[in-house]
């Protein structure tokens, strides 16, 4: 009976590498463009949901606001958002002509939101009910806004879905079914970019509102990254809409220090809460954040 040669070490040590090589898939590159809704799906977790690396964020932008009900109106306002990942936000607003309409917070203990004109303040237990009582078409926190401007859509992706499928026509793509979440629907485009986010500002309050968060135009980064949204559009199922456009952004080096992210009331202003029984629906007396032009 003839033995087995032995294998030799060169071929020994050759087999293993090509082992290790095909137990680790590579990322999938930016930019390389997708026939299956697994590889699409793939590539938008290896992609665009990871944490930044900086600890800290400011983004600069115009936002186009409009609403239908209960009158319909369109402004421009210039924004400032800015603050840590894993901490505090701050967000001012202001006119075209530079007057300051509101300064606002939000951490772990909710939203605070400032009016200087009327001298009046405003909080809520919770920052996604509480923006869109004070009509902000903030359909998220502003710490997953701020995540999402910097490319990471972590918060708003489950690791897996539903159910997939293929889009053809003018808009190719992938569209995924999510469950048990407050996001319902991504869909990805032919290189793995999320063009559309779709969910609930609540699964338990009943006057939650569906939402849509759509990604109009992508910024193209320097080397290899993966390019960061450039213009958003986020809208309510009331008709209120709001376009941000990016002017700036800025992946800051070290987190923001404490007193940049205060916000401080002048003397004798007490907060009204919102999440207690207020129904400022019914009473109107919420100044309006978007000031007409």
Request: net charge positive.
């Amino acid at each position: 009976m003839t033995r087995p040669r032995p294998t030799s070490l060169p071929a020994l040590l050759a087999a293993l590498l090509l082992l290790a090589v095909a137990g680790c898939t590579p990322k999938t590159p930016p930019g390389t463009v997708l026939h299956a809704p697994k590889a699409a799906w793939k590539s938008f977790r290896a992609n665009y949901c990871v944490r930044p690396e900086a600890p800290a964020v400011k983004v600069k932008a115009s936002l186009y606001y409009s609403q239908i009900r209960p009158r319909k109106r369109t402004n421009r306002t210039l924004t400032t958002l800015w603050g840590d990942f894993g901490g505090a936000m701050r967000m001012d607003v202001s006119a075209s002509i530079g007057k300051l309409l509101a300064h606002i917070r939000e951490n772990g203990d909710g939203l605070l939101v400032f009016y200087p004109s009327d001298n009046e303040a405003y909080t809520h237990v919770n920052p996604v009910l509480g923006a869109t009582r004070l009509g902000m078409p903030f359909p998220f926190s502003l710490k997953v806004l701020a995540a999402v401007l910097a490319g990471d859509f972590s918060d708003l992706a489950a690791r897996g879905y539903a159910a997939a499928r293929q889009i053809d026509g003018n808009n190719p793509g992938f569209v995924f079914d999510l469950k048990d979440g407050l996001v319902t629907r991504i869909t990805l485009d032919v290189v793995g970019r999320p063009v559309l986010v779709e969910g609930l500002t609540s699964k338990s309050y009943a006057g939650a509102r569906t939402w849509r968060l759509e990604i109009n135009r992508y910024q193209e980064p320097e080397g290899k990254k993966a390019p960061l949204p450039n213009k958003v559009t986020l809208a309510l199922d009331n008709g209120e809409k709001g376009v941000l456009h990016i002017k700036s952004r800025e992946l800051m080096l070290k987190p923001w220090p404490a007193e940049s992210l205060d916000l401080a009331l002048p003397d004798g202003v007490e907060p009204v809460r919102l999440d207690n029984g207020y129904n400022h629906e019914s009473t109107g007396e919420i100044p309006v954040i978007y000031e007409d032009k």
